[in-house]
T-cell receptor, first 115, second 115 residues
Framework: EPEVTQTPSHQVTQMGQEVILRCVPISNHLYFYWYRQILGQKVEFLVSFYNNEISEKSEIFDDQFSVERPDGSNFTLKIRSTKLEDSAMYFC?????????????FGDGTRLSIL | AQKITQTQPGMFVQEKEAVTLDCTYDTSDPSYGLFWYKQPSSGEMIFLIYQGSYDQQNATEGRYSLNFQKARKSANLVISASQLGDSAMYFCAMRVNSGYSTLTFGKGTMLLVSP
């Protein structure tokens, strides 16, 4: 069964450094999402992406965050100047249609640790 | 704004018994969808079951069923014949049909299945 893949599985970065989290959504999917989950807390929406542009973003997704779909397969989340509070599990998700009953398929996540 | 409430931080069940995980929601949108995801200790998010607000019947998917009570705004997950592999965190999530299908998650319920 096709799946969303995320790399790396674990990223350790010094505070203030830039980090890029990578995702390969399922190939025929059109809608892409990033979520984060701070340890022990609920999953929070960051941003959605459709038709090569951001369609929605949360208040968490401030100017230090950006997303890109640089080619036909990758979908990246960049954090420009990381802070300690950016430490979290970051999930990429995708779905194939805008139908309301289509579930988002999640990757296994990237655990980001900021030192 | 949408809100999902999961009031059970943890639940215990014996193998082969059924268990109900509670989820209540709040939205002013008449059209919405409710999802349950499973998160094992390895961290990935696994889609389990979906219920649409206009669905006439409760959703079922193998050992998973959803007890959907629209008037009470509840969408409880029922797992029948629990297995040791069901031990995980379970998240209820809601998507409203306006917008781009972003999910709002509850805080989750940790289920432990004992032999």
């Amino acid at each position: 069964e096709p799946e969303v893949t995320q790399t790396p599985s674990h990223q350790v970065t010094q505070m203030g450094q830039e980090v890029i989290l990578r995702c390969v959504p399922i190939s025929n999917h059109l809608y892409f999402y990033w979520y984060r989950q701070i340890l022990g807390q609920k999953v929070e929406f960051l941003v959605s992406f459709y038709n090569n542009e951001i369609s929605e973003k949360s208040e968490i997704f401030d100017d230090q965050f950006s997303v890109e779909r640089p080619d036909g397969s990758n979908f990246t989340l960049k954090i420009r100047s990381t802070k300690l509070e950016d430490s979290a599990m970051y999930f990429c998700a995708s779905k194939n249609r805008g139908d309301s009953n289509q579930p988002q398929h999640f990757g296994d996540g990237t655990r980001l640790s900021i030192l | 704004a949408q809100k999902i409430t999961q009031t059970q931080p943890g639940m215990f069940v014996q193998e082969k018994e059924a268990v109900t995980l509670d989820c209540t929601y709040d939205t002013s949108d008449p059209s919405y969808g409710l999802f349950w995801y499973k998160q094992p200790s390895s961290g990935e998010m696994i889609f389990l079951i979906y219920q649409g607000s206009y669905d006439q019947q409760n959703a079922t998917e193998g050992r998973y069923s959803l007890n959907f009570q629209k008037a009470r705004k509840s969408a409880n997950l029922v797992i029948s014949a629990s297995q040791l592999g069901d031990s995980a965190m379970y998240f209820c999530a809601m998507r409203v049909n306006s917008g781009y299908s972003t999910l709002t998650f509850g805080k989750g319920t940790m289920l432990l299945v004992s032999p």
